[in-house]
């Protein structure tokens, strides 16, 4: 069990804008989702038998690396 499922997140917009601007391509949609969404809550679902990848139960059309989510105090 990852340490986020089922745990309320944010993305972690700035760390990944950051470390995607320096990359020759990248996915425009990716990058409006994460701009839409920098400021909301989803709850995390741990992807599969991947201990540290998730997609969101509100919206599952990206994947998200651990260290990209913020963990949101209850």
Not at 39 to 48: M, Q, V
């Amino acid at each position: 069990m990852g340490k986020f499922d089922n745990k309320k997140v944010k993305i972690n917009a700035e760390k990944i804008i950051d470390r995607m601007s320096d990359k020759e391509y990248y996915n425009l949609n990716y990058l409006d989702f994460i701009e839409i969404n920098k400021d909301k809550i989803f709850t995390a679902i741990r992807e599969g038998k991947y201990a540290t990848l998730y997609t969101f139960q509100e919206d599952a059309t990206w994947l998200f690396f651990e260290d990209d989510l913020i963990l949101v105090e209850d």
